[in-house]
């Protein structure tokens, strides 16, 4: 354990400012929030930005066929990937409790040597099993998804038409599960520990490379569906290796070493008990978004293209929805390790009154300039963009009344309560939706009563996370 011993009792390298972790247990509250949120917004925009581009490329140099086919199985590759992504997040839910622990030691004016080993070596250990786990769920996710993709796609009425590229496109996909899921947690961790601007850069890194990609693949070598796909692959590589490279050369307990890849039997069980959970919410979203996408493919390829190209624009609007969310639940770790609970009240105030006056505002800019987007993204296909148009109009005003619903789930995963939050979720998001689904849609025959379930499980879902988190019991949970 010598790369241990070297960080008993030591101070991380201060180097750049911007690139140094917020410590999130002291200082002003909502700046503390909102700098460390600021970077994951960024990121958030920067890969929407680059989702749009995609969706451009795709619908420009090749066809509304092949955009419909790629943004078509968006909700089915959420669905294989969600709950193995959420045991990831648990692992960086882990982590930040941990780390919240050993900064409060460190803060301490003269820290007991014997609990800083202690705390070190629990971060380490938190670390190691956590990307143990991604290299086994990286490899389950690969097979899954090669193996059963034919049938997803027959389960969610995939059109004959866009079937067979889609399925091109999700098994490039799935071979590369595995870097994926690596920077996947490798991000997780740093940002557990203060550090949303690294994952950011490398995002932006990757981002670029995927764009050069897909404009040469698609646009040069006529690649279409293929090029996307692996034009993400290999961009994908490129984000991983770096965040790989900055915990591999980190001079912190949380520095990444191969000959300490093991499951810690004390982390493990800490892991799964939050990750597992985390992993079925994200699941359950991934279902009741996918049961949506099932019902708008019975409205045919111009439906599919519409609300592919709307997909796109709301993602703007949910990024700074889980760019606090995510914000919050780091902040709750951190602050729950370091036994400072008080602060996470103030915390979720701040991040919900800034995230909601956010969304309204960027809500009212999308209205204006959604008819021309769309039209961009379906090649002025007149149907696609009805569709899109009516899609957008009932969403885009009414998206920040999710914003409840991410932040203080956010805070209650992040003190230790994922299986309620789980099961907040899977009332109120899986189940509601997917009754409107099942009993309304086959009455009405309207898309537009498919948009619907949208808000309205927004509403139902925040009212059922605002009552838990004022009434539950969940800040009494540990890990």
Known sequence: MADLNKTISQKPRRGLAFLRGVDMTTGTIWKKLLFFAIPILLANILQQLFSTVDTAIIGALDSSTALAAVGSVGSLVSLVTGFFIGISTGAAIVVSRRWGVLLAERAKDTPDEATLRSDEKAVQDAVHTAFVIALIMG??????????????????????????????????????????????????????????????????VGGFTNVILELMTIGVFRLGVIGAALSLVLSNLVTTSLSLNRLLRANDCYKLNPRYLFLNRQMLPSIIKIGIPTGIQATLFAISNLAIQTKINIFGEDAMAGVAAVGTINGFLYMPIAAFGLA?????????????????????????????????????????????LISIFTQGNAEAVRYGMMMINLLAPLYFLFAPTEVLSGAIRGAGAALQSMALTAFFIGFARVAIMVVFVPIYNDIRVVFAAYPITWVLSSLAFIIYYRFGNWRKKSF
């Open 328 to 372: 919050s639940m780091t902040f709750a770790g951190q602050n729950f390790g370091a036994g400072k609970p008080e602060r996470v009240n103030k915390a979720v105030k701040s991040a919900l009154a800034m995230v909601m006056s956010f969304d309204i505002v960027l809500g009212i800019i999308i209205l204006f300039a959604a008819e021309s």
């Open 139 to 204: 490899a389950v996710v690969f097979l899954l998804g090669i193996i059963l993709s034919p049938l997803l796609l027959t389960l969610m009425n995939s059109p004959e038409t866009v079937r067979p590229l889609s399925l091109i496109y999700l098994r490039i996909y799935f071979f590369g599960m595995i870097p994926i899921m690596l920077n996947t947690t490798a991000a997780g961790i740093l940002r557990a520990i203060g550090d949303s601007n690294r994952p950011f850069i490398y995002l932006a």
